[in-house]
């Protein structure tokens, strides 16, 4: 059977997604508490990789085991065996054709920036710090210019695998709710280190030190060294995976308590 979940995870103490030696990772925790309740080893595939300290509300994963359980019995399973800082959103039996990362058609991420003079001590690890004022008015502006089919090399880590920089930004929007500024991108993929180095962009232009303009020279320049600095990685939420309909995977809204 291929079974099919959406997971939502705390990343601050973890070491990103990927299953790794001698470190904690999220698919080393998801793949324990799964083995346990199929009485049988699980490895999982997922939508996306994510990295040190960034969260996620809709991560998507697919398995396949011959272990027969209901999907009641999966999700209260699963759950019981998982640290306090993963859960299992839902879970369900799909077609053997469905792939958590080549099924996908479009995916998106929130980057949540928390705005006032002094820092939150009850949000630590989990949203992005910004003394400075910021101008959601320019942030959008700026976000106006990058959203179409472009050459992203600008906004990629030098380290970054992807064969091609071409993505398809298909919107990038800036909303705020005092005292938050959010910083929400949907694309069909994106490149490692796209979303951090967008926010990154768009707040220097928020905090007045650049014109909205300067996005697109960034963009133009399709040059790494020039793309501005990388935002930390607390803000950063994978919010939901995209699907063609066939496969019904439900589209869960976001739950992190942030928005």
């Known amino acids: 059977m291929r079974i099919a979940a959406i997971l939502e995870y705390d990343g601050s103490r973890?070491?990103?997604?990927?299953?790794?030696?001698g470190v904690r990772t999220v698919q080393a925790v998801v793949e324990s508490s799964f083995s346990q309740v199929a009485d049988e080893p699980v490895r999982v595939i997922t939508a996306?990789?994510?990295d040190t300290g960034v969260h996620a509300c809709g991560q998507v994963i697919h398995f396949d085991t011959s272990a027969e359980r209901s999907d009641y019995s999966w999700l209260r399973g699963v759950n019981s065996n998982l640290p306090a800082d993963v859960a299992v959103r839902w879970i369900g039996q799909l077609s053997p054709d469905f792939h958590a990362r080549f099924s996908a058609t479009g995916r998106y991420y929130r980057y949540v920036i928390f705005n006032r003079p002094v820092n939150s001590a009850l949000l630590d690890r989990r949203?992005?710090?910004?003394y400075r004022p910021l101008s959601i008015s320019l942030m959008q502006q700026a976000a106006d210019l990058l959203v179409g089919t472009h050459d992203f090399s600008s906004f990629r880590t030098v380290h970054c695998q992807a064969k091609s920089p071409v993505r398809e930004l298909r919107s990038l929007v800036v909303t705020g709710k005092d005292p938050f500024v959010y910083v929400t991108a949907y694309a069909n993929a994106f490149l490692?280190?796209?979303?951090r180095n967008l926010a990154g962009v768009l707040l220097t232009i928020g905090a007045g030190e650049r014109p909205p303009g300067w996005a697109r020279e960034i963009l133009e320049a399709k040059d790494r060294a020039l793309g501005g600095v990388t935002a930390p990685a607390d803000g950063l939420y994978l919010t939901a995976i995209e699907y063609p309909k066939v496969f019904e995977i439900p589209n869960l809204s976001p739950d992190s308590g942030l928005w």
């Open 127 to 130: 949203v992005t710090w910004e």
């Open 48 to 50: 996306g990789r994510t």
């Open 14 to 21: 973890f070491c990103g997604w990927q299953w790794q030696d």
């Open 192 to 195: 490692h280190h796209m979303v």
